[in-house]
Every structure is written in C-alpha cells, then in structure tokens.
C-alpha cells in the first residue's frame, strides 16, 4: 500500500485506528479451544467485526511463533483474511545486517504478503536498508517506544539531545515519509510535539493507547500533521473487549468508541 491509499483510506474512514492483532491462546474465549485452529477463528470474528472502522492490523509475530508451525499457520489464514484495502503491519522487530535483513524482508513482505515490518535500528544503516527496497512496502522502525526500559538506552542525553532522537534523524535519512514510519509510544505524549517537528512528514505508530493508559487526545493533538499521520495502535483494549459468545460484538463497540473520538480530531 503507498502513501496516497493509507491518507485517503484514514480520511475516507475517519479512523486512523489500528487493531494489534496480538492473540494470545490463553486469553481467547474456552468456546474457541475446540476449534483447529483456534488463533485464526478469534481473528476472524475480530477482522470481520471491526473491518470497516480501523484502517490497519498489527499482528506481533511473537504471539504466532511460540505456537510452532501451527502458529506461522494461523498467521498466514489471518493475512490472507484481512482486506486488501486495509494497512498490514508484521510486529517482528527484526534488525540484522546483508542477506539476513534481505531475507527477513522477503519473509514478511513476499511470503506473508504484509505491508510493513517493524524494524530495530541498533546496528545500522546496513540492518534498515534491505526493507526500503520494496515497491510500495513499508520499514516502521522503532524511535521512542512505550515501554519503561526506554529510559535505559534511548531516552540517554547525547551532545545536547537524546538518543531516541539521534537515532530518528539518523535513519530518516536512509529512506523517504513514502517508505519508512516511526514507533512513537503513546505513554511519552509529553514528547510527540517534539518528535513531530524533528520529523514533520513521517507517519507515526503509536502503541500504548488503551490498556497501556496513552492519551489517544494527547497523542492526536501533538503527533499529528497535514496528512494525518498517525497511525494508533490498540491491541488488548479492543480484542479482549469481552470473553464470552459476544466478544466481537464487544471489540467492535470499543473500536467505534476510539473511530468516534478519532474522527473529532481530523480536520474537516
């Protein structure tokens, strides 16, 4: 998917929410459990309950490959279930270097079909690369992400600055705002202003709204710029919505709560 179809597919909608597809056996209703593949027919009621309101799925492949075989199975069924007009984003945080970056690339974006990778960028130019050189395929590298042990690294002062920011600027250089995004956790809202400046075109991928306490208003006043560019991740707050017969119904209601909320942020 380009850049022009994810802005118009947002306006069109009204949402530039995207729904984490982090399935965990565990947590899934007992009346799935008989079912042979138990992962995809959740995901199935989740895709066909909240299809035509987000704008993107965010599968974290982590949920998918301690199942073995059968996990990269239920992960395959529930790419190819998802609508082609609709935005794929393959959760893997990969991050090597030559042919083993390139064929990490060819894992998501040819064999599975996805649209994007989150990508780490520790190691270099050399490691984000190889995702860049897809037509109309996305690298979604992560910058400041939501979770505590972000002070640890990125959130270090470095010549005036931060790491999380040397880090930014740095690899936007290695690609253009039509082939690379940036994971912007939505629990450092108080920063986004100023990542949206250093960054003015990208589009960014919030997670953390939601059961992880972002503020989806925070986050949409201070991140978003002339084409949106946000793109919103809520992963448990919608998919376990409920755990009985009726939790699509109850994923759908909380995906046209934030949709409703969303399309009072977009400008007219």
């Known amino acids: 998917m380009n850049r022009q179809e994810l802005v118009q597919l947002i306006r069109e909608r009204k949402s530039y929410l995207c729904i984490g597809l982090d399935t965990d056996i565990h947590k899934i209703p007992k009346h799935l459990l008989s079912h042979p593949d138990p992962i995809f027919a959740f995901n199935k009621a989740i895709i066909d309950a909240t299809k035509d309101i987000c704008v993107a799925y965010k599968i974290n492949t982590a949920f998918y490959e301690c199942l073995g075989i059968r996990g990269w199975e239920s992960l395959q069924r529930t790419v190819e279930y998802i609508p082609k007009e609709i935005f794929t984003i393959a959760d893997a945080k990969r991050g090597d270097i030559g042919n083993t970056s390139t064929y990490y690339a060819k894992t998501f974006y040819e064999t599975y079909g996805f649209d994007s990778v989150t ?143 969303m399309a009072g942020y977009i400008p007219a």
């Open 119 to 261: 990508v780490a960028p520790y190691m270099g130019r050399d490691s984000v690369e190889p995702f860049l050189g897809f037509s109309e395929k996305w690298a979604i590298v992560l910058g400041l992400t939501s979770n505590e042990g972000s002070r640890d690294v990125q959130q270090l002062q470095l010549d005036g600055g931060f790491v999380y920011e040397k880090v930014m600027k740095t690899t936007a250089s290695w690609g253009t705002p039509d082939n690379m995004m940036f994971v912007v956790g939505a629990t450092k809202a108080d920063v986004v202003a100023d990542i949206r400046r250093l960054l003015p075109d990208h589009f960014f991928l919030v997670p953390g709204v939601g059961a992880q306490g972002g503020s989806l208003k925070e986050i949409s006043e201070k991140g978003m710029n002339k084409e949106i560019g946000l793109l919103v991740n809520a992963s448990r707050a919608v998919i376990y919505a409920g755990n009985d017969e009726k939790f699509a119904e109850d994923a759908r209601a909380v995906a046209l709560q934030y949709q409703a909320e």
